[in-house]
């Protein structure tokens, strides 16, 4: 009877030992397959078009995986006296996206690129540091075909701090940016 008891309780550790196996390798799969899935929406930010040689420097790069009916919005801290670039990178098939700059504290619209044709891109500068809201969505969801697909945002700036070589400083021209 003790050798019955002995065997039964080998059965339960082992049992017990399936399940723990079970348990872990199907929380790593899990983990496996969302990594795959917002690993797979950083290559839109390579079809992001190229900016005035002027913006060096990247302060924000993300990508998104975007529901045709959804809205993205981003709260993002735009410093003063610094020319700001934003560019939304997507694939053309998805046609127009509406981008809005949005003040944070008092909800006044910066810019809205409805008055721009859609344009997708935005050089945009503000005298004080304003917390701002950028939001996103589709103007055509009917191109997502019902299924959910990858949008990039990158925020690119430039900050005059220091000028080191006069020559260099003539030949970067400062594009027009309205300032805020």
């Avoid at 390579?46 to 924000?60: E, G, I, R």
């Avoid at 127009?96 to 619209?109: M, N, Q, S, Y």
Wanted: aromatic share 8%; net charge negative; proline share 3%.
């Amino acid at each position: 009877m003790f050798n019955v008891i002995f065997k039964f309780k080998n059965i339960n550790t082992m049992h017990n030992s399936i399940c723990k196996s079970l348990i872990i390798t199907v929380l790593l799969g899990m983990m496996v397959l969302g990594n795959a899935n917002a690993q797979s929406c950083a290559e839109v930010l390579k079809l992001s078009a190229p900016a005035d040689k002027l913006y060096n420097k990247q302060s924000m790069a993300r990508s998104f995986k975007m529901n045709p009916s959804q809205k993205i919005k981003i709260v993002h801290v735009f410093y003063g006296s610094t020319a700001y670039h934003i560019d939304i990178c997507k694939p053309k098939s998805l046609g127009d996206f509406r981008l809005k700059v949005v003040d944070d504290e008092t909800g006044t619209i910066f810019w809205d690129n409805a008055a721009d044709d859609f344009d997708s891109q935005i050089n945009i500068s503000f005298g004080t540091t304003k917390r701002i809201i950028i939001e996103v969505e589709a103007v055509n969801p009917e191109n997502f075909m019902g299924q959910s697909n990858c949008l990039g945002l990158i925020i690119k700036y430039h900050r005059e701090e220091k000028v080191i070589d006069k020559e260099e400083e003539e030949s970067l021209e400062l594009p027009e940016i309205p300032v805020f």
